[in-house]
Structures are given as structure tokens and as C-alpha cells.
């Protein structure tokens, strides 16, 4: 049987499904803009997405190709995994309610959505390594604050910044905020490239720009559907007040309020509240559906000319571009806008002071009564101790003194008396006791100054 030879070896490549009239079309340049798609600025749009619950009628503002489905996707499947019934969140509902709370700290990327510093209780005795995300936020907020610079021995500078809490707090809080009216501009570039890939027959960049606009959107769709939703433990009834301190190293805050507000920022959490128990299935589909979009991409999109891979990766770039506005954007509104939520306007005043003996001092003396302080010595000397070195003989014998003032109600003045201790034999151990009761000195000087 004979077979005739092929002259030339038969080789594949990707054009258009119809006949090709597209700009562009006569060149043999090809933009392989498939590892674009799927990967480049995932976390930006992930962010984005998230922040359709926050946003009124976000939730139809996000139909638009975007960068990073694959980023998404895999995030999504993380937020179905971390879907817990409303019983678990909130003991005294109905166990058959059906509504379910997910974890936003796996969507959201803002600054401030991480845990926050530790906080130590100056009456109640409470210590925690790691507090909830509003303590990140309010640490952010006022690190960025300017103080009034304290005079004296200078060492290191350390920023206290006092607090006065307001006394009533919501049990729950919801947040909803306007959308910026240029979040209509990738929507308008995806339609647009969509139909001019449509109208020059540019198929597979068509069929992709829509997966995109469809993923998006049903996604968003689905996050939209739920509320962000803030709640904190309630204390028991005869707590004592909840004065701690917030934060380490230069950067402290001390919290004056009643025990369920400063509950609130160190223990306070953030829900995503869906009233639907198949909630968790639909975040799988989500999931599902953004990880084909990423597939699809890879294979497709390196399939059309160049002019319509040109119109793909300008819808995408436009959306990168609006993601990353819009992060810087809305994150110090976000943030204000959940602060004042929950927390309302606390009154507060920030203090620079030379060095850290004197910054602890000054923390107990504004978190007493005026003049006295009236928590445990104990307690107190457990504080001292957690933020200023400790065993060493003079350092023990310095907080004896400053704790007995404190409990007496007398004025932070020392003399010779206090200086030549009889339990420090050495001139240096005295020397050392005399600086650091002068640093004590400073501190109820700024406190006279500034209550």
C-alpha cells in the first residue's frame, strides 16, 4: 500500500475560532500572558473581595476580570475549612438556627486585621501573650500620633499614651460603609474589552474576559451576602475595673475603662455572619469555580492573538491597578471606621518620656485614683516586673519604695533617707537607687502636670 510522503511537517498553533479580521492580526508576535492571569496580584484582589461586606452594594460591584483567581481560590478553600456554627460563637442561641461565622483574618490583608500586643491587668491581674485584632488597630492608630516630650534622664525614649474608655459598648457590631464611585471603572475596561474581543471575533480572549467577570462577581455575590460582624466576652457582674496595660517595648498604651469595654479590645473578635448553613458549600464552589477560571486562563488565553491577549491583560491591569488604589485607599477608613464603631471617642493624651523606669512609674500612677493606688501590691509588683529588670537587690529595694508611696497615697519626693538604704551597703548600689528614684521623681512630675 503506498503512503505519499508529507513534504512538510504539520504544525499547531492557536488562532481564532472564525475567520480573522482583528487588528493585529497579520503579526507573528505572540504575548504569552498566561502566568499574568492566574497569579500577579492575587493578595491585593483577595483583600478586595473580602471587603464586599463592609461596603453597601459592594457585593454588585465586582463584576470585573481580575488578576490572582488562583490566589483566591486557594483562600477559599481555607475559609470553608474555618466555618463554625453560630452555638459555638454565641452559647445562648438557638442551636438549630442554622446561621455559621467564618474567619475574615483569612481573606482580609489590612494592616491591623493580625493579633495584637499583650496586655497585663493592673487590678484584675489578667495577663495575655496575645490579644484580639482591635488591640492591633488601636496600637497602629496611636503609634502614628505625636506626644508631649517629658524632660529628664534620657536613655531611650518610650510613648505612653493614656486612654479614657467610654462606659457603654455594643454587644454587637455591624459595619457598612459607601463605596468610591471609581469602583464602576474596571467593571466599565472588562465590558468593553469583552465586546470589542466579541465584535473582531476574538473568541478565546472573549470567553476568558467573561469567566473572569462571571468568577468575580459570584464570588463577591456570595461574600456580600454575610456582615462583618465584632463580638466580645461579657464579664462577670462585680468585675474589677479593667485598667491594663497594652503593648512592650516603646510603644505602650494604658487602657481606663469598665471590664467589658476593655474586654472588648483584648478580646474582642471579628465574624464573617452567613445566615445560611450551607454556607461552607458555597465557598467550595467558589473556590472551585476561581480555580477553573485559572486553569482555563493557562490554557486558553496563549491561544488568541495578539490582539486579543492585549485586550485580556488590559482588563486585568486595569483591576490590578484599581485593587492597589483601593487598598490605600480604604484601609485608614476601614480602620476609623471600625474603631469608632465599637470604641466610639476615648479620650486620650500621649506622653514621650527620656526613659522606661520613668514611662512604668508614670502608667501607675495615671491608672489610680488621683493620688493613691488601690489594686494589689502584689499585682503591682508583677507589672514592674514584667516590664523592668528584676532579682537584682537594688532594683527590688527601688520598687519597695515606689510601691509603698503609691499605696499611701504620697507624693513620688524622696530624700536622703531613701537614697542612703540601709539594705545597700556599696556606694554604686546607692548611686544606682538615687537615679532611679529620680526617674520615679519625673514621673509623678509629668503626673502632676497632665491629670
Known amino acids: 500500500?503506498?503512503?505519499?510522503?508529507?513534504?512538510?511537517?504539520?504544525?499547531?498553533?492557536?488562532?481564532?475560532?472564525?475567520?480573522?479580521?482583528s487588528p493585529l492580526s497579520t503579526t507573528t508576535f505572540m504575548l504569552n500572558s498566561s502566568g499574568i492571569a492566574g497569579l500577579l496580584g492575587g493578595e491585593e484582589a483577595l483583600s478586595t473581595v473580602a471587603l464586599a461586606q463592609i461596603y453597601n452594594s459592594r457585593k454588585w460591584l465586582g463584576w470585573y476580570n481580575t488578576p490572582g483567581s488562583y490566589t483566591i481560590g486557594k483562600h477559599f478553600r481555607r475559609l470553608a475549612r474555618s466555618v463554625i456554627s453560630d452555638s459555638r460563637v454565641n452559647p445562648k442561641s438557638d442551636t438549630g438556627s442554622g446561621m455559621v461565622h467564618v474567619d475574615p483574618a483569612l481573606l482580609l490583608q489590612h494592616?491591623?486585621?493580625?493579633n495584637g500586643p499583650v496586655f497585663k491587668g493592673v487590678y484584675s491581674g489578667t495577663s495575655l501573650h496575645e490579644t484580639g485584632p482591635l488591640a492591633s488597630l488601636l496600637m497602629k492608630k496611636y503609634t502614628r500620633m505625636s506626644g508631649t516630650l517629658?524632660?529628664?534622664?534620657?536613655?531611650?525614649?518610650?510613648?505612653?499614651?493614656?486612654?479614657?474608655?467610654?462606659?457603654?459598648?455594643?454587644?454587637?457590631?455591624?459595619?457598612?460603609l459607601s463605596p468610591p464611585l471609581c469602583a464602576i471603572i474596571p467593571i466599565i475596561v472588562s465590558l468593553a474589552t469583552c465586546t470589542i474581543c466579541g465584535l473582531y471575533c476574538e473568541w478565546y480572549a472573549f470567553s476568558m474576559i467573561l469567566l473572569?467577570?462571571?468568577?468575580?462577581?459570584?464570588t463577591c455575590v456570595f461574600i456580600g451576602s454575610g456582615e462583618l460582624v465584632f463580638d466580645h466576652p461579657k464579664p462577670a457582674e462585680g468585675s474589677p475595673p479593667g485598667d491594663g496595660i497594652l503593648g512592650c517595648d516603646q510603644e505602650?498604651?494604658?487602657?481606663?475603662?469598665?471590664?467589658?469595654?476593655?474586654?472588648?479590645?483584648?478580646?474582642?473578635?471579628?465574624?464573617?455572619?452567613f445566615r445560611s448553613k450551607h454556607a461552607c458549600h458555597m465557598v467550595e464552589l467558589c473556590s472551585f469555580l476561581l480555580f477553573a477560571q485559572a486553569i482555563a486562563q493557562l490554557i486558553f488565553v496563549p491561544q488568541s492573538n495578539l490582539f486579543g491577549q492585549l485586550m485580556f491583560v488590559f482588563s486585568i491591569a486595569t483591576s490590578w491597578m484599581y485593587n492597589l488604589?483601593?487598598?490605600?485607599?480604604?484601609?485608614?477608613?476601614?480602620?476609623?471606621?471600625?474603631?469608632?464603631?465599637?470604641?466610639?471617642?476615648?479620650?486620650?493624651?500621649?506622653?514621650?518620656?527620656?526613659?522606661?523606669?520613668?514611662?512604668?512609674?508614670?502608667l501607675l500612677l495615671f491608672s489610680g485614683d488621683d493620688k493613691s493606688f488601690s489594686g494589689d501590691p502584689k499585682k503591682l509588683k508583677e507589672i514592674m516586673d514584667g516590664f523592668l529588670p528584676s532579682g537584682a537587690l537594688v532594683w527590688e529595694v527601688w520598687k519597695g519604695i515606689v510601691i509603698e508611696h503609691l499605696r499611701n497615697g504620697q507624693p513620688l519626693r524622696f530624700d536622703d533617707a531613701h537614697w542612703n538604704h540601709q539594705d545597700l551597703p556599696s556606694e554604686p548600689d546607692r548611686s544606682l537607687l538615687r537615679t532611679l528614684l529620680q526617674d520615679a521623681e519625673t514621673a509623678y512630675a509629668a503626673f502632676e502636670s497632665n491629670r
Open 1 to 21: 500500500m503506498y503512503i505519499p510522503e508529507i513534504p512538510e511537517t504539520v504544525q499547531f498553533q492557536g488562532r481564532s475560532l472564525a475567520t480573522d479580521s
Open 111 to 114: 494592616d491591623g486585621w493580625s
Open 150 to 176: 517629658i524632660n529628664g534622664r534620657t536613655t531611650q525614649l518610650v510613648n505612653i499614651t493614656i486612654v479614657k474608655l467610654e462606659q457603654n459598648i455594643r454587644p454587637e457590631t455591624k459595619f457598612h
Open 212 to 218: 473572569g467577570i462571571l468568577a468575580r462577581g459570584l
Open 252 to 273: 505602650l498604651v494604658l487602657l481606663k475603662g469598665h471590664e467589658n469595654v476593655v474586654n472588648a479590645i483584648t478580646r474582642g473578635r471579628f465574624f464573617f455572619h
Open 325 to 362: 488604589w483601593f487598598l490605600s485607599y480604604d484601609k485608614v477608613e476601614v480602620r476609623e471606621e471600625i474603631f469608632h464603631s465599637v470604641l466610639g471617642s476615648p479620650k486620650l493624651k500621649k506622653l514621650v518620656f527620656p526613659n522606661r523606669c520613668s514611662a512604668i512609674v508614670s
